[in-house]
């Protein structure tokens, strides 16, 4: 079946780095984008980016302009999404989603990977 | 940017009641509304796509309606695995997409 598996849970530092895993089976990977939409406890969903895995092209959402990079390894069938000097605003579950062609519908969704920025 | 709003933000209601959530947008946005659902610790679900269409697998008592700005969600007989946080999302303007705030459905 069409599944996304993400990496595990993270602890991190106030300034640095995290660079979460987002692997697909199921599917051709190389055939819909990747988006990451984050949520912070008790809040509501906020979308990050998106990634062309065949291409490589991106976007961002302008509020992660110069923090976020995502990227792929097409060999192994897996995106990443790196944000840089984390802030404990950035602790949240990160989700990754596959993006429907036609109505960009958002199907399946990664299992989440929370992210805890404490110093 | 399109901005999306839901109402109401919560609701009580029993096994059995039919649930309507509102989902609006900032600008008409056409058929490209999509309905998710959300239980607690667990990532959201597809249900609905292009306003209407029931995604597979889903049961048919939730439905989706509308278009252009304003559009609804149905749950015509709350079952009990219904409670959870349902979102609306525009994908108009993909790639770009904005998520409403949410509707949490409790039990009354």
């Known amino acids: 079946q069409v599944q996304l598996v993400q990496s595990g849970a993270e602890v991190k530092k106030p300034g640095a780095s995290v660079k979460v895993s987002c692997k697909a089976s199921g599917y051709t990977f190389t055939s819909y984008d990747i988006n990451w939409v984050r949520q912070a406890t008790g809040q509501g969903l906020e979308w990050m980016g998106w990634m062309n895995p065949n291409s490589g092209n991106t976007g961002y959402a302008q509020k992660f302009q110069g923090r976020v990079t995502m990227t792929r390894n097409t060999s192994i069938s897996t995106a990443y999404m790196e944000l840089s000097s984390l802030r404990s605003e950035d602790t949240a579950v990160y989700y990754c989603?596959?993006?429907?062609?036609?109505?960009?519908?958002?199907?399946?969704w990664g299992q989440g990977t929370l992210v805890t920025v404490s110093s | 940017d399109i901005q999306m709003t839901q109402s109401p933000s919560s609701l009580s209601a029993s096994v059995g009641d039919r649930v309507t959530i509102t989902c609006r947008a900032s600008q008409s946005i056409s058929s490209y509304l999509n309905w998710y659902q959300q239980k607690p610790g667990k990532a959201p679900k597809l249900l609905i796509y292009?306003?209407?269409s029931l995604q597979s697998g889903v049961p048919s008592r939730f439905s989706g309606s509308g278009s252009g700005t304003d559009f609804t969600l149905t749950i015509s007989s709350l079952q009990p695995e219904d409670f959870a946080t349902y979102y609306c999302q525009q994908s108009y303007s993909t790639p770009e997409v904005t998520f409403g705030p949410g509707t949490k459905v409790d039990i009354k």
């Open positions: 292009a306003a209407s």
């Open positions: 989603a596959r993006r429907g062609v036609n109505w960009n519908w958002f199907d399946p």
